[in-house]
């Protein structure tokens, strides 16, 4: 079967703060296990030493790079790791200078010589990493590319340097927004009915539900914990969480005891019109300050723009339909996911390639998108309400302070999340006959515009803001 891009490979559920920087670099460090293994080295190794290059290596330190391939190579899953075990892990293997190979062998490990930072980049990705396993027989090497999302590649792929070509075997083959339009016409369905048709061909109707409500429960949970935590984000900026502050001021006194009686909670309370972007606000931060604090959050399409879709969708639960249930999350999902996977084929969502755009701005097209068929919007306002919520990101630059995914991320999301919201309601008040610029036509402009735009604006820490604000200062 050849490879599709399914909902699930755009909303992945991981540990924060990066997808391309923790949650790929961990990802590849379970491929290289099952290298190991399918080599019959596993058990061989004495030695693994692993190479950051780029981008990984000039932000690799604040995303937690070096952090996430020790936590691969211990043969952890970021999906289902208890985020309390993270640290205990972490500070056995360098008091011990030892790490559980796959759970399986202990061998010497050394993070402060191990772990090699490239500050150069190589051809094929700005993300390349690499691990070498020094075995009683040979000496084994591996290069992955993680490119966005908690995807991760190796160079055989062809045209991956400048965007990768996905063939797919959907019942619906959809490569750009036209072909989507097209479907939705012809067979007179909504484009969440297209996307859920495409993966019916992949796994069951009960795996496909059960897994995006699990989805859900992720991103309301990582909310939840958000507002209720206080204190200041790891990382050595000294930024305070400022989610618990602003959701006691809008709950004020509730009683709740979990996240689903939480959400009922807010969905019953009173909102002003000029709180209404005081709660979306909350709901993004929220998502993000537990990302920056490593805390277990989806991708969305990335874990830097975490924040936006969980936002706009509770701000249609809580705020547009008080009536609306798992139908109507699950249709949210499946929109968003099909948006995304359009920039992911078209463009790029990797802020080392693209900037800041093919983060918050892919994030916020995705859930304009999903909010936009919920409030009754046909195919074309839907795409409508993509395309000029990515107008008004184009360009935007990468440029966190000492590599941290904090400032400005943390507060991108929210803007991201009001304009998603600001797009939607826009292409549901126009004509889709009065549409001037095409979705498709956006994404070639982004991936034209990421391709233009200087390297140090990339994921780099080298330009913006990260060189103009000093550690020091915050």
Not at 90 to 97: A, E, R, V
Not at 369 to 395: D, F, K, S, W
Request: glycine share 8%; with cysteine; charged share 20%.
């Amino acid at each position: 079967m050849e490879e599709c891009i399914s909902v699930f490979d755009m909303l992945k559920i991981g540990v924060g703060p990066s997808s391309s920087h923790t949650l790929g670099p961990w990802r590849g460090a379970e491929r290289f296990l099952a290298e190991l293994d399918n080599e019959q080295l596993l058990d061989k190794t004495t030695k693994v030493v692993v190479n950051l290059y780029g981008s990984l290596s000039l932000t690799g330190k604040g995303h937690a790079t070096d952090l996430a391939v020790m936590l691969g190579l211990s043969g952890q899953d970021p999906e289902y790791i208890p985020i309390e075990n993270i640290d205990l892990i972490i500070q056995s293997i360098n008091k011990t200078k030892q790490l559980n190979l796959n759970q399986q062998k202990i061998i010497a490990f050394d993070a402060t010589t191990d772990i090699v930072f490239n500050k150069e980049f190589l051809p094929f990705h700005a993300n390349g990493f690499s691990f070498t396993a020094h075995t009683e027989v040979r000496e084994y090497t591996s290069t992955f590319y993680s490119i966005g999302g908690g995807f991760v590649v190796k160079e055989e792929r062809s045209n991956a340097k400048e965007k990768l070509q996905f063939k797919c075997a959907f019942p619906y083959m959809i490569d750009n927004a036209v072909q989507l339009l097209e479907y939705t016409t012809v067979e007179n369905k909504s484009i969440s009915e297209i996307v859920y048709e495409n993966e019916k061909s992949m796994r069951t109707e009960e795996k496909i539900n059960s897994e995006l409500l699990r989805v859900w429960h992720t991103m309301l949970e990582c909310m939840y914990i958000g507002c209720h935590s206080e204190g200041i984000l790891p990382g050595g900026l000294n930024v305070r969480r400022r989610a618990f502050d602003m959701h006691q001021n809008l709950i004020g006194l509730a009683n709740y005891n979990n996240p689903q009686e939480w959400l009922e909670c807010i969905r019953h309370t009173e909102v002003k019109f000029r709180q209404i972007l005081k709660w979306v606000s909350c709901f993004a931060l929220a998502v993000n300050e537990v990302n920056a604090a490593l805390g277990r959050v989806v991708t969305a399409p990335t874990n830097g723009s975490a924040g936006v879709i969980p936002a706009v969708l509770m701000y249609y639960l809580c705020i547009e339909n008080h009536n609306a249930g798992e139908k109507e999350i699950k249709q949210f999902l499946l929109v968003a996911g099909e948006i995304g996977s359009l920039f992911k084929q078209g463009a790029t969502i990797s802020a080392a390639m693209g900037g800041c755009q093919a983060e918050i701005g892919v994030s916020s097209a995705m859930a304009a998108a999903a909010l936009c068929e919920l409030m009754g919007g046909t195919p074309e306002q839907v795409l409508m309400a993509a395309e000029i919520a990515m107008e008004h990101h184009l360009g935007l630059t990468c440029d966190p302070i000492a590599g941290l995914v904090q400032i400005p991320c943390i507060e991108r999301n929210t803007m991201g999340a009001i304009k998603a919201i600001n797009a939607a309601e826009l292409a549901l008040e126009t004509d889709a006959k009065n549409a001037k610029v095409p979705l498709d036509k956006v994404i070639s402009t982004m991936w034209q515009t990421a391709k233009d735009m200087n390297t140090k604006y990339k994921e780099t820490s080298e330009g913006g803001l990260a060189v103009s604000v000093n550690m020091a200062d915050c």
